[in-house]
């Protein structure tokens, strides 16, 4: 490579014109790449099946896309790997930041993809819009995993909606299991309504905390709790320990005072380390352990299909309000009636029927 670069520069030198800039190979190959027409959504399919890692990430983004024509084929593309997916146990994680969620998700990755698992790391953040992406948007927090060749990271995708945000997540998971993935983690940030719309999307939830001060059951939501399948109390090495196994104590008891699950499962209470590995081995025995339980009594499957009925819901919802509030006669009338009912010329609801109906052309 560098003798031709020497010649062609000689050459070019004799002709008495200054050689072109020398490019190394690699950057002529990004440029032919990007110079290909983009590839269609049956070749997009066809890698992601064939497990061409490019197809997959091109996938996503066309899934993460607002323009219409990439929705489009994002759909298309979606429809032909539905028969593949659908295949892989998908776990959330939520968790107040700080807590160890990336942490947590390095050290419990790198196990399972130990126990031969093919393992996705995906996010709902629906602050990632406005902080670019405040989970997993810097991949550095998990280095290990990151070059992991059997483990796949995609930062949260950005949108207006938390709902917006949550679809998108869901359509990466069956483009992730159709490529082959067998394990989905899926992040969320312990803010909002994040966990509810992570809850609708995975098999177990999972509650990453830390020891507190003796007030263990304070500052958490009734909701989120209610929710978990599993609370883990992260950070029990060092000085902590003690103080772990005692809020892994007042956790367990706290969890026998919600209603029985309709899973048939009782959540469980345990403590790990991120930093040592303790306890993580524990944590994929519990879930392996409610699969079983969850495969037998056939509510695994009744909660997907309850899951895609909700996500069809869902996205009908979506799409009805951004083709609502992004009409431009419907913007104009909003202006008009927001003001008037600022200046109580006419009451809320009042403002709502005349925008309604003429939307609805009544
Ligand atoms: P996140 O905001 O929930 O994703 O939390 P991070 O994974 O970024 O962790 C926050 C801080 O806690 C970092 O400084 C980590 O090194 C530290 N940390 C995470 N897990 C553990 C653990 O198990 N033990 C200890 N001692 N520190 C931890």
Redesign the pocket.
Known sequence: MENNNKKYSALHEKAGISPPEIISSSAVEQIQESRKIQPSSIELFRGILSGNITALSRAITLVESSNSNHLTKANEVINACLPHANKSIRIGIT????????????VFGKHLTGLGKKVAVLAVDPSSTISHGS?LGDKT?MEELVKDANAFIRPSASGETLGGVARKTRETITLCEAFGFDTILI?T?GVGQSETAVHSMVDFFLL?KIAGAGDELQGIKRGIMEMADAIVI?????D?IRKSNLAKVEFGSALHLFPAKKSGWTATAST?????HDGIPEVWQTIEKFIELTKGNNYFQEKRTEQNQYWMLETINEQLKSNFYDHPEIKKLLDSTKSAVQNDEISPFAAAQIVLKRYFKE
Do not use: H, Y
Request: with cysteine.
């Open positions: 968790g107040v930041p700080g807590v160890g969620k990336s942490t947590f998700i390095e989970i927090r992040e940030v990453l992260n950070k029990a090495d060092g902590n790990c380390s991120a930093l040592t």
